[in-house]
């Protein structure tokens, strides 16, 4: 059975394994002991802001998926609140087993609960098998995503 919970301290080696176990993560994570700072701190900085939310998706105890999600106020759409999903990663041995779907529904269902009119997030465009997947989850390309590196 799946479950879904706010990430805790002990869970973030895990979830920086689980980030760089795929091409593009594992050019630009660094897991390893010790854990690079930056990420107990990105940590800490989450987990004590109430728009933010770290999710892992556990199997018999151990974590198997995560996602961040961070729910935005806005004053566009008459103050409409965005829930922004980022970070996706599911372990390898448990992909194609519905459990990205069980883990972005629940997200779904926390921004629903949160008053939230939408979700949205960006994929890299080189990721075309999960563009696959966020349209047959009901999101639509409508918009151009752009990045500035500093």
């Known amino acids: 059975m799946t479950t879904f919970r706010r990430a805790e301290r002990l869970d973030l080696d895990v979830i920086v394994r689980l980030l760089a176990d795929d091409p593009l993560g594992a050019g630009r994570e660094a897991p390893g002991e010790p ?3 930056r990420y107990l701190a990105a940590f800490e900085a989450i987990d ?3 728009n933010q939310l770290l999710l892992v998706a556990e ?4 974590v198997v998926g995560c996602l961040q999600l ?3 106020p806005g ?12 970070g996706v990663r599911i ?3 448990q992909r ?14 926390r921004c629903r609960a949160r008053g939230c009119g939408l979700v949205q997030l960006t994929t890299d465009a080189s990721r075309e098998d999960a ?3 966020y349209e047959a989850l009901g999101f639509i390309p409508s918009h151009v995503g752009m990045k500035l590196a500093l």
Do not use: C, N, Y
């Open 35 to 37: 854990l690079d700072p």
């Open 48 to 50: 004590r802001d109430a």
């Open 59 to 62: 199997e018999a105890g151990e």
């Open 70 to 72: 961070t729910f935005i």
């Open 75 to 86: 004053v566009t759409r008459a103050g409409m609140w965005r829930g922004q999903i980022e």
């Open 91 to 93: 372990a390898a041995s």
């Open 96 to 109: 194609g087993r519905g459990l990205g779907r069980k883990l972005f529904l629940h997200a779904i269902e």
């Open 131 to 133: 563009h696959g997947f």
